[in-house]
């Protein structure tokens, strides 16, 4: 039995009301109140302010100290 590969990301991009997450094949938008709480009460500066993991498995808001898998947060899409 083959393991399942975790969900990577080539790119994430942020808008006032989400984050998209730019999947190889598609993009996913999450609201922001589906991130996190603390996304959801954060400045669209401090959202903007994203770094996605150089294996694309995670991001990190520095301005936040908040990091979220892309697995997680693809998981929690349809929460």
Same mark, same amino acid.
């Given at each position: 039995?083959r393991a399942t590969e /975790? #969900? !990577?990301?080539?790119?994430?991009?942020?808008? &006032?009301?989400?984050? %998209?997450? %730019?999947? /190889? &094949? $598609?993009? %996913? +938008?999450? /609201?922001? +109140? +589906?991130? $996190?709480?603390?996304?959801?009460? #954060? !400045?669209? &500066?401090?959202?903007?302010?994203?770094?996605?993991? /150089?294996?694309?498995?995670?991001?990190?808001?520095p301005l936040l100290d908040? &990091?979220?898998? %892309?697995?997680?947060?693809?998981? #929690?899409r349809g929460a």
């Amino acid at each position: 039995m083959r393991a399942t590969e /975790p #969900a !990577t990301a080539k790119a994430i991009k942020t808008t &006032d009301r989400e984050l %998209v997450i %730019v999947l /190889p &094949d $598609s993009e %996913v +938008r999450i /609201p922001w +109140r +589906r991130c $996190s709480p603390r996304l959801a009460a #954060a !400045t669209a &500066d401090q959202r903007r302010k994203a770094i996605l993991s /150089p294996g694309g498995y995670g991001i990190h808001w520095p301005l936040l100290d908040e &990091d979220l898998s %892309v697995e997680g947060l693809l998981g #929690a899409r349809g929460a």
